[in-house]
């Protein structure tokens, strides 16, 4: 398997611009996770889906930020309008069998996201 | 609630030392626990993970853990450092509590001297 797959690997954007972020999760996978890494603030989780379905988006830090996942193989992270205090890295991470807590994540290799 | 504090924020040791890193960890439930690690411009992979089989938890690369109920803790070792064993590595947290959320320690980035 190729695992997660993240696209594009690295954005550079101005602010009030639109973002799409995209994942595709490990075939099989029925846990789609969405993260932000940051310096000050660590990694947080933004949103998980379970089936395509959002179970928790706690984490979105406002409304300026949607996810989606339409199918078993994608889902969406987009920002809009961006702001510079967006710049981070972002994660999609996908793990199997319907909600075991100790089943791991597997992880993308994020998305770098710079706002001018 | 769950939660899992990392002591140290970087921890420095020389080639062939001993690699500790330390992770305590708080749950109102029996906890599943895990160690990940990031290596740079990567995403994170699974070191190793302990779900109550054993309390001793062997990882990949020379790697493991213990679990340590009194204590609440889940310090990560490895008996001798490699020059390649130097990233990012996270504690993090999970439970049985009708969700399904992993909560991730702030990290501890490791240097290896040589």
């Known amino acids: 398997d190729a695992g997660v797959i993240q696209s594009p690997r690295h954005e550079v954007t101005e602010m009030g611009q639109e973002v799409t972020l995209r994942c595709k999760p490990i075939?099989?996978?029925?846990?789609l996770f969405w993260y932000r890494q940051t310096m000050m603030r660590g990694l947080e989780l933004l949103i998980y889906?379970?089936?395509?379905?959002?179970?928790?988006d706690s984490g979105m830090p406002e409304d300026r930020f949607s996810a989606k996942m339409p199918n078993a193989s994608f889902s969406t992270l987009k920002i809009q309008p961006s702001e510079p205090r967006d710049s981070a890295v972002y994660f999609c991470?996908?793990?199997?069998?319907?909600?075991?807590?100790?089943?791991?994540?597997?992880f993308g290799p994020g998305t770098r996201l710079t706002v001018l | 609630a769950q939660s899992v504090t990392q002591l140290g924020s970087h921890v420095s040791v020389s080639e062939g030392a001993l690699v500790l890193l330390r992770c305590n960890y708080s749950?109102?439930?029996?906890?599943?626990l895990f160690w990940y690690v990031q290596y740079p411009n990567q995403g994170l992979q699974l070191l190793l993970k302990?779900?109550?089989?054993?309390?001793l938890v062997k990882g990949i690369n020379g790697f493991e853990a213990e679990f340590k109920k009194s204590e609440t803790s889940f310090h990560l070792t490895k008996p001798s450092a490699h020059m390649s064993d130097a990233a990012e590595y996270f504690c993090?947290?999970?439970?049985?509590?009708?969700?399904?959320?992993?909560?991730f320690g702030a990290g501890t980035r490791l240097f290896v001297k040589a």
């Open positions: 749950s109102s439930v029996p906890p599943y």
């Open positions: 302990y779900t109550s089989a054993a309390t």
């Open positions: 991470a996908s793990s199997l069998d319907g909600g075991a807590p100790y089943n791991e994540q597997f």
């Open positions: 993090a947290v999970s439970a049985d509590t009708g969700g399904f959320k992993t909560i």
């Open positions: 889906f379970n089936n395509n379905v959002p179970i928790d």
């Open positions: 075939s099989g996978h029925d846990y």
